[in-house]
């Protein structure tokens, strides 16, 4: 199975090093020297790491072959991706793949389905779960362990606990189960 552990940023400096925007949580893992990664678009690999390194924070890596500035900035925003084992499974034990959350059911903790993982978002901040709801809609579920309450990968599901007004209808509901209504209409 093929997994993106990365998408290549701009260039660094004047030898061919470029900064990467890492998308796996094992980067020493995926992206040392040595490995041999697909692309995304395919033409522009396979692509194999000379060396890598971390400056102010950012990784950097050099490949193969890419020996100056002109070199790393032809890769931006390229997708570096990986063969996985897919019996293969994240050290944590609270730790996915993107591949192992995709399509699962979301539902609430008193099983009020909300609908189905379609895109795992990865922000510098957090992940998100993207998640289409049976009307088609989408809604955004930060993935924090406040929000998420549960992964049943037997079950195929995500079990949530979100705040109000994280999914639209529910803020509407808590507040009619609360007595309070957002808008009031005279019965006069």
Do not use: C, W
Request: proline share 6%; charged share 30%; hydrophobic share 40%.
């Amino acid at each position: 199975m093929q997994l993106v552990v990365a998408r290549v940023g701009r260039a660094h400096g004047i030898k061919g090093e470029v900064t990467v925007e890492v998308r796996t949580d094992e980067p020493e893992l995926r992206l040392g020297p040595g490995a041999v990664l697909a692309t995304d678009p395919a033409a522009a690999g396979p692509l194999t790491i000379e060396t890598g390194r971390v400056h102010s924070g950012r990784l950097l890596l050099r490949f193969e072959g890419v020996r100056d500035r002109t070199g790393a900035e032809a890769l931006r925003n390229i997708l570096l991706i990986a063969d996985v084992d897919p019996e293969e499974l994240p050290e944590g034990e609270d730790e996915y793949y993107d591949h192992q959350l995709m399509d699962l059911d979301v539902v609430l903790t008193d099983g009020t389905e909300i609908g189905r993982i379609t895109e795992i978002s990865h922000l510098p901040s957090q992940d998100l779960f993207v998640v289409e709801r049976p009307d088609g809609s989408e809604v955004y579920i930060p993935f924090v362990e406040e929000i998420v309450v549960e992964i049943d990968l037997e079950e195929q599901r995500a079990v949530i606990d979100p705040p109000p007004g994280l999914i639209d209808d529910r803020a509407a509901r808590d507040e009619v189960a609360d007595g309070h209504s957002a808008s009031t209409r005279d019965e006069s």
